[in-house]
């Protein structure tokens, strides 16, 4: 069983950064697939970034490349998801989920446990 509370979420103005953090319970957090979600009023979850177990290989959806950032510290037991030139429709709340099947995951199915969220909110 893992835990997952995300915290760093806020309001930012457009072109501004935040970093969120994900703290999992548990002694195997190393073994986990990490990923980071999110979800718009009236819209899907979707997928946002993920990192294998290691930390070396990560994955990004294509609106967020080259502006967020996703690492982890297994000594912490803290995945990160560091979000540079926030735009308006980056707004949402964002889900940190893990994978205990997967090397590194993208789809919704693939991860075990979610936390509760963190609301971005970025004005124009």
């Known amino acids: 069983q893992v835990q997952l509370v995300e915290s760093g979420g806020g309001l930012v103005q457009a072109g501004g950064s935040l970093r969120l953090s994900c703290a999992a319970s548990?002694?195997?957090?190393?073994?986990?697939?990490m990923g980071w979600f999110r979800q718009a009023p009236g819209k899907e979850r979707e997928f946002v970034a993920a990192?294998?177990?290691?930390?070396?290989?990560?994955h990004y959806t294509d609106s967020v490349k080259g502006r967020f950032t996703i690492s982890r510290d297994n000594a912490k037991n803290t995945v990160y998801l560091q979000m540079n030139s926030l735009k308006p429709e980056d707004a949402a709340v964002y889900y940190c989920?893990?994978?205990?099947?997967?090397?590194?995951?993208?789809?919704?199915?693939?991860?075990?446990?979610w936390g509760q969220g963190t609301q971005v909110t970025v004005s124009s």
């Open positions: 990192i294998s177990w290691s930390g070396h290989n990560t």
């Open positions: 989920a893990a994978s205990g099947l997967y090397n590194i995951a993208t789809l919704f199915h693939e991860y075990d446990y």
């Open positions: 548990g002694r195997t957090f190393s073994s986990y697939a």
